[in-house]
């Protein structure tokens, strides 16, 4: 086997070992077991992963000054992302799937609502372009060479299982079925043209081995956020009047509270996911910027505590 021919079937083995079309709860999707909430959490939280697209694609676009025929060919990734005109491109076609699901189209836009691994995952892959060669930046973007496939497993299992999306709302899914393929075929040739070294063979299969930790993590976070969050057993809440606090006293220790973290915890009846959560909070206090991720990070944090047990969402298996 030649090395090119090599290096090609290392990155086809990555994806299907490591891509997220094996992540649990993509399985759970396409086997139609997610609940509204959970399309509805995964469409708000997916719109900033296609929001840092473009910005990466322009980072790519910035490290190479002298191939023309490179740029041509990329500039077209931010085109379908952001559109010719207004209404226009993939992230046009995102917030209209968002909006089929139920989730108010401000608000995804807004980028209010993303849950904080969201915002950290998808921020790490423009960081990792910003921080690598154009090597190993246009080497992340082979997932590519999976997504097509994903996008037909999509639509057949939305077409199934959740008819109540319109299927106006799936435009993006079908367009990504035609793009992706194209993109992945110029950026594997391109790859596998300045790979001239086993060291360069070794960073591609690490940089598409990257990507995929970005993509696993954004849904890592987006599963955790249909868990559903309690007191445990054993912890006793109490007003501490002398210090105008609350205590949650646990076997071995006492956690004090502020007034907002109380309001917070009261709400966590183990019937409510985390999201919804922290979407209550975030209305009720409309001034609070940071009242959504706060109130996700007081959640981990009380479960690391041992204050708060999180069962897992209402409709995994």
Avoid at 212 to 231: F, G, H, Q
Avoid at 303 to 316: D, I, P, Q
Wanted: glycine share 6%; aromatic share 8%; proline share 4%.
């Amino acid at each position: 086997m030649s090395a090119r021919a090599d290096l090609e079937a290392r990155l086809r083995a990555v994806g299907e070992e490591r891509y997220h079309h094996r992540h649990p709860f993509n399985l759970r999707m396409h086997a139609g077991e997610l609940s509204a909430e959970e399309i509805r959490a995964w469409a708000r939280n997916r719109y900033y992963y296609q929001t840092r697209i473009p910005k990466k694609d322009s980072t790519i676009l910035a490290k190479d000054g002298t191939d023309t025929e490179f740029r041509r060919e990329w500039i077209g990734r931010i085109h379908d992302h952001d559109g010719e005109k207004p209404g226009e491109g993939g992230l046009e076609l995102w917030l209209e799937l968002a909006s089929a699901t139920g989730c108010d189209r401000d608000e995804v836009e807004s980028l209010r609502f993303v849950l904080p691994g969201v915002r950290e995952a998808c921020d790490a892959y423009v960081e990792f372009v910003e921080s690598h060669d154009l090597f190993d930046s246009v080497a992340s973007s082979l997932t590519e060479m999976f997504a097509g496939d994903i996008m037909k497993v999509r639509i057949a299992a939305f077409e199934a299982h959740y008819p109540w999306v319109a299927a106006e709302g799936l435009r993006y899914f079908q367009s990504r079925t035609s793009q992706a393929p194209r993109d992945a075929a110029f950026g594997l040739s391109w790859v596998l043209d300045h790979a001239d070294s086993p060291e360069d063979a070794a960073r591609c299969v690490a940089a598409l081995e990257r990507k995929c930790e970005i993509l696993w993590s954004l849904l890592d976070a987006v599963e955790a956020a249909a868990r559903r969050p309690e007191l445990v057993p054993h912890a006793e809440v109490r007003n501490d009047s002398a210090e105008d606090r609350t205590l949650v006293v646990l076997p071995e220790r006492a956690v004090a509270l502020n007034e907002s973290a109380r309001e917070l915890l009261d709400l966590c009846d183990g019937e409510k996911s985390a999201d919804a959560l922290a979407l209550e909070i975030a209305h009720r206090h409309p001034d609070a910027k940071t009242a959504y991720p706060d109130a996700h990070d007081f959640i981990a944090h009380m479960e690391r505590a041992g204050v708060l047990a999180c069962a897992a969402s209402a409709t995994a298996g």
